[in-house]
Structures are given as C-alpha cells and as structure tokens.
C-alpha cells in the first residue's frame, strides 16, 4: 500500500495552528507579524509565487507587504530598499523573490538582507547556523519535506537517503538535515556529473529529488518500498485555460505503486513550502516580541 503524502491537507492544518497562535497573540494586544517581499521584474512564476505567499499571510492572520518594482531597477536601489526594511522594527521577515534580473547581483541581495529577518534562510549566516545544527531559519522548502516525513511517522534513522541535486536552497540544505543528529540518515548527494544516477537511487531507502526535470526519477530508478520525495516543479506547455501543466521530477504513475510513500505534483512539498516561510516568520515575530 502506498501512501500519498498529502501535503496541501497537511499545510492546511498547519496554518490553521498558525492562525490560532496569530489570533491569541493579537487578542492579547500584540501587533500582527509582519512579512515584506520584494519582487523585481515580471517573471511569471515569481508572481504567482508572491502572490500565493501574500494569501497565506491574509489566512493566518498575518501584514504583508509586497515592494513590486521594475524589472530595470539598479543594485543599489533594491539594496537601499533592503536596508530601510532591515531597520524597521515593526518587520519581522524579508525576502526577496528569486531569480533576480541578471544586473542584479543575487549574491549581494541575499547577504544585505538582515539575517535576524531572513525568513528564506539563505543567509551565509542562516545556512552556517543550518550546518553546525544551531537554532536558525531553515530555508521553507527543506523545513516543509522534514516536517512531512515527521509528521506521516517515516523513519529516517539509519536509513540510506539520496538526494538528488545540490542547489543552496533545496538539495543542499536538505542533505545536511537528513544527515543531521535528530534524522540520522545516511546520505548521498547526486548532481549533474553524477554518472548513473539510478545506481544510487535505486538502492536507497528515501529519495529526495530536486532537479528541476520533468519525469527525471524512472521506476526502474527506485527500489521497491522506498519513500520518494518530488521537489520539482517544472511549468510544461499544455492546453489548457493557464497554458501549462506543473510537473514534478518523478514519473509520478509509473513510480507511485512501487513506492510506501510518496509526494504528489502539486500537492506535494509546495504547500509545505509555503508553510516553512509562515513558521518562520512566526518564530522571528515571537522572537522580536519576546512571546
Ligand atoms: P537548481 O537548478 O538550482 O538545481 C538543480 C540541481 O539539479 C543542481 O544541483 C544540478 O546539479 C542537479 N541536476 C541537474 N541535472 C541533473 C541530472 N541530469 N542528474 C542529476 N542531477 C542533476 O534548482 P533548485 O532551485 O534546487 O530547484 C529544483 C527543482 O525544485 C525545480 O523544479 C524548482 O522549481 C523546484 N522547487 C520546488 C520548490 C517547492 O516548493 N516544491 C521549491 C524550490 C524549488
């Protein structure tokens, strides 16, 4: 039996724990939590990232406030942007969406944001912390699949876990939480060099895929019983009203029986995702206020 790991109706419970703590804390006479995101350019995917990002705020309870600017904007204005939100103390998480435009400098912006706001978790800061498993903002997508697996019960202790891909917001961070004391995997990470990359896969227990490439993960990849964790989101043309269809990095009806436990696209670690930047904003407002 497989089980699907739902995380659109997990994320919805989770926001509501979200929204009652953010109605208790306001009943008390505390301001609401405060998220600022500034978007850069007319992508359309970071659009409706914003856009579904400034409706969880509304849902929870929480201010948000989006710096839509143009595409043509200079370094220096984003980053005097940057610092006038570092200092206001009614704010408590700054993002940025990402990608910016390539005059931009990402680096730079991701460093100028000030880490004791850096509700994405990208700060070297942030991932330093990340790395020593000190307390810090884990970036929203890893956070969000760690509180999957804890929450369905799937036992990560010494079991082989390969993740596949390596980027500073999802593959990364990821290897290190589930190598981490608390999860106790034991890890591979696979990348673009990786020669057959099914030859590692295939014998893991948990695979985690972020690659960004449509039906990358084949069940001839995966090994029977395995839990299978699709970060990918790759828009695909089709016709239809948007255009396109999502489409995760695992061949979803060809894998699903095989494995014990698997993520949908969608409904799988995206809305896990956007449950990570609620938390932790909450936790940088608690923080702030000293609640
Ligand atoms: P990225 O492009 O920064 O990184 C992709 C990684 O995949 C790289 O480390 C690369 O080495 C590896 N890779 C590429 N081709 C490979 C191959 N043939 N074999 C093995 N590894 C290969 O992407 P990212 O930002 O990590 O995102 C990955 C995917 O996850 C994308 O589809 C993105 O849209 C999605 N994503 C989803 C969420 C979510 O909330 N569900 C959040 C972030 C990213």
Do not use: W
């Not at 109706?9 to 929204?19: S, V």
């Not at 600017?69 to 005097?80: K, Q, R, V, W």
């Amino acid at each position: 039996m497989t089980t699907i790991l739902d995380g659109k109706t997990l994320a919805l419970k989770l926001r509501g724990q979200i929204k009652e703590k953010v109605d208790k804390f306001k009943s008390e006479g505390h301001r609401a939590p405060h998220l600022a995101a500034i978007l850069v350019g007319e992508d359309g995917a970071s659009k409706t990232y914003v856009a579904s990002k400034e409706r969880d705020c509304d849902f929870v309870g929480f201010k948000s406030s989006v710096h839509k600017l143009p595409a043509d904007t200079s370094e220096e204005d984003l980053l005097n942007l940057i610092s006038s939100i570092n200092n206001d103390e009614d704010i408590d998480g700054l993002i940025v969406q990402l990608p910016v435009p390539k005059h931009i400098n990402a680096t730079k912006v991701t460093e100028a944001i000030n880490y004791e706001i850096d509700v994405d978790g990208f700060h070297t800061i942030s991932v330093g912390k990340l790395t020593k498993n000190e307390d810090t903002f884990i970036s929203a997508t890893p956070f969000g699949v760690i509180m999957m697996l804890e929450d369905y019960g799937i036992e990560t202790k010494g079991k082989s876990c390969v993740v596949v891909g390596r980027s500073n917001i999802v593959g990364r961070p990821m290897s290190i939480l589930m190598s981490q004391g608390g999860r106790d995997a034991t890890v591979t990470v696979c990348h673009r060099y990786t020669p057959n990359v099914g030859e590692f896969t295939k014998n893991a227990d948990i695979v985690i895929v972020a690659v960004g490439i449509p039906d990358f993960l084949k069940v001839d990849m995966v090994k029977e019983g395995a839990v299978i964790v699709d970060v990918g989101i790759t828009r695909v043309d089709a016709d239809n009203k948007r255009g396109y269809v999502l489409k995760g990095d695992v061949d979803y009806e060809n894998v699903k029986d095989k494995t014990s436990a698997i993520t949908p696209v969608p409904g799988g670690v995206g809305p896990m995702t956007r449950y990570g930047l609620l938390f932790n904003t909450l936790k940088s407002y608690k923080k702030k206020l000293n609640l």
